[in-house]
């Protein structure tokens, strides 16, 4: 696969500071297809100083024309997402089509809605005697994570530089390459030197030191909670603005009203996709007692569609595989009961797991509580509405959920008293413009739209 050997610091691909690499693998066959330079501290200050002296100039250029910077960059993503398609099935193992459609398709909308938001958006508004200007932060550190390698960046860069800020992305040491091609794309682009810079490396060296730098205004996290409580900390501790996107153990709610064989067939694709390594699926299935049984039959038959190697990828590494067949021993451990896939390899090589579904889960087991981040289904029972709002409640998460009912309006009443972020109605589909993010622990922040720009921006009153 293609690589640049460098980091893209100043609208230029330089050499890194140092001698380390990362080796890239292909989840799916195991094999090493690329090695990109490991940065360090010297690199990431390096790309900060970069940011920092583009900031001024950017934050001044004027929001039309920033919008038409960012729909330069929508267009190049568009016309190169075949080839994105391809880099983020090398080295993520996502299937072509999902990879085409989801993994490459949605950064084009998300890139294409901050190029209308950052014409549209009011910088400036009345109140009363004042003239409250929403101006941008400065200088964004943002942290991502591989599970949707591009979207996560362009969920973060996008609004930032409609704000007017200038970013400092360090990319899942996973999926670096993904990463190259969006530097790539913003060069394509037009964009000015400095405003966009790369640094490839792992996670507690060169993120770690992004998230130090005192050059750095805000730092945006996607990944694990206990990262996101490191980057907490150390924001904390420099008075920086934090946003972090965490993890989830989202809800599937399906009232006595619901069309069962529906909700069943859309939860079970929920989780799947991706091969579960999604922060928002819908991991929980609660249904009613006495349909219980019947839930569960469908759910083995929906997932027997779910074969490894076809409609479902492998982990991301060999980390991962190992540490989701460890929940599921632990769900056989803890008492639920195998309904399909278990933790033995469904391949030979790869780093794929069975897709599994559990019966007989209690709301306090493991797999009911713990983020698993890979494709297994949790099947709950509830007596009544009430008990099935704790259920829902009872994590430590809050980012997403799902509910099912005989009508919209009973469904959404259900929604209002979730502790969640986003709650899908009878299977609303995904609104890239609607903001996403997190109650208690699935983090602090939004992303998406209108409120993950307001994100970029800090407020100055001037009074008349
Ligand atoms: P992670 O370690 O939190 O990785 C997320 C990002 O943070 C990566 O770029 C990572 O770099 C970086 N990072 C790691 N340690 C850091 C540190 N000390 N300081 C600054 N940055 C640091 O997540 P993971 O290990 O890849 O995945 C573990 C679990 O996290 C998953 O099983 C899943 O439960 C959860 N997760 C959640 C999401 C989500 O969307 N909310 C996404 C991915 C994973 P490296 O790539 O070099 O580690
Ligand atoms: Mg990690």
């Known amino acids: 696969m293609k690589a640049h050997d460098g980091m893209y610091i100043d609208g230029d691909w330089r050499p890194a500071a140092?001698?380390?690499?990362?080796?890239?693998?292909?989840?799916?066959d195991e094999q090493v297809i690329a090695h990109v330079p490991?940065?360090?501290?010297?690199?990431?200050?390096?790309?900060?100083?970069?940011?920092?002296?583009?900031?001024?100039?950017?934050?001044?250029?004027?929001?039309?024309?920033?919008?038409?910077?960012?729909?330069a960059l929508r267009g190049v993503l568009a016309a190169?997402?075949?080839?994105?398609?391809?880099?983020?099935?090398a080295e993520l193992?996502?299937?072509?089509?999902?990879?085409?459609?989801?993994?490459a398709g949605l950064p084009v909308v998300v890139a294409g809605s901050y190029a209308e938001l950052a014409a549209s958006y009011a910088f400036e508004e009345k109140v009363g005697?004042?003239?409250?200007?929403?101006?941008?932060?400065?200088?964004?550190?943002?942290?991502?994570?591989?599970?949707?390698?591009?979207?996560?960046?362009?969920?973060?860069?996008?609004?930032?530089?409609?704000?007017?800020?200038?970013?400092?992305?360090?990319?899942?040491?996973?999926?670096?390459?993904?990463?190259?091609?969006?530097?790539?794309?913003?060069?394509?682009?037009?964009?000015?030197?400095?405003?966009?810079?790369?640094?490839?490396?792992?996670?507690?060296?060169?993120?770690?030191?992004l998230a130090e730098h005192e050059g750095v205004d805000l730092v945006s996290f996607t990944g694990s909670t206990a990262v996101g409580r490191k980057i907490g900390a150390i924001a904390g501790a420099g008075v920086k603005r934090v946003a972090l996107e965490l993890g989830g153990k989202s809800a599937n709610v399906i009232l006595p009203s619901a069309d069962l064989a529906k909700a069943v067939a859309v939860g079970v694709a929920n989780v799947m996709a991706n091969s579960g390594q999604t922060c928002s699926a819908w991991t929980r299935m609660l249904v009613p007692a006495d349909r219980y049984e019947e839930a569960v039959g469908l759910a083995a038959t929906a997932v027997a569609k779910y074969v490894p190697g076809e409609r479902v990828g492998p982990l991301v590494n060999a980390r991962q595989l190992e540490r989701v067949r460890g929940y599921i021993r632990t769900g056989l451990d803890e008492g639920a009961r195998l309904v399909a896939g278990g933790p033995d390899a469904p391949l030979e090589t790869g780093y794929y797991v069975a897709p599994t579904v559990f019966a007989d889960v209690t709301?306090?087991?493991?797999?009911?509580?713990?983020?698993?981040?890979?494709?297994?289904?949790?099947i709950l029972k509830y007596e009544d509405e009430?008990?099935?709002?704790?259920?829902?409640?009872?994590?430590?998460?809050?980012l997403a959920g799902a509910v099912w009912a005989g009508d919209e309006a009973e469904a959404a009443a259900f929604a209002r008293r979730m502790d969640t972020?986003?709650?899908?109605?009878?299977?609303?589909?995904?609104?890239?413009?609607?903001?996403?993010?997190?109650?208690?622990?699935?983090?602090?922040g939004r992303e998406l739209g209108a409120h993950g720009l307001a994100e970029y921006l800090q407020t100055k009153s001037l009074q008349f």
């Open 363 to 378: 709301p306090g087991m493991t797999i009911a509580q713990e983020e698993i981040f890979g494709p297994v289904l949790s």
């Open 129 to 209: 005697n004042s003239t409250v200007l929403h101006e941008p932060l400065g200088v964004v550190g943002a942290i991502t994570p591989w599970n949707y390698p591009l979207h996560q960046v362009v969920a973060k860069v996008a609004p930032a530089l409609a704000a007017g800020c200038t970013v400092v992305l360090k990319p899942a040491e996973d999926t670096p390459l993904t990463a190259q091609l969006f530097a790539e794309a913003v060069h394509e682009a037009g964009l000015p030197a400095g405003v966009f810079n790369l640094v490839t490396g792992f996670g507690p060296v060169a993120g770690q030191a």
């Open 38 to 71: 490991a940065g360090g501290a010297e690199d990431v200050d390096a790309a900060v100083r970069a940011a920092r002296a583009a900031f001024p100039g950017w934050a001044a250029t004027p929001p039309a024309e920033r919008a038409a910077r960012l729909a």
């Open 18 to 28: 140092g001698t380390g690499t990362i080796e890239v693998v292909n989840p799916a």
């Open 386 to 398: 009430d008990e099935a709002l704790r259920i829902a409640n009872g994590t430590v998460y809050g």
């Open 93 to 103: 193992g996502a299937p072509p089509q999902l990879a085409q459609a989801v993994h």
């Open 421 to 444: 972020g986003q709650v899908d109605i009878n299977g609303g589909r995904f609104n890239p413009l609607a903001p996403f993010g997190g109650y208690k622990q699935s983090g602090v």
């Open 80 to 89: 190169r997402q075949g080839e994105i398609a391809e880099t983020v099935t």
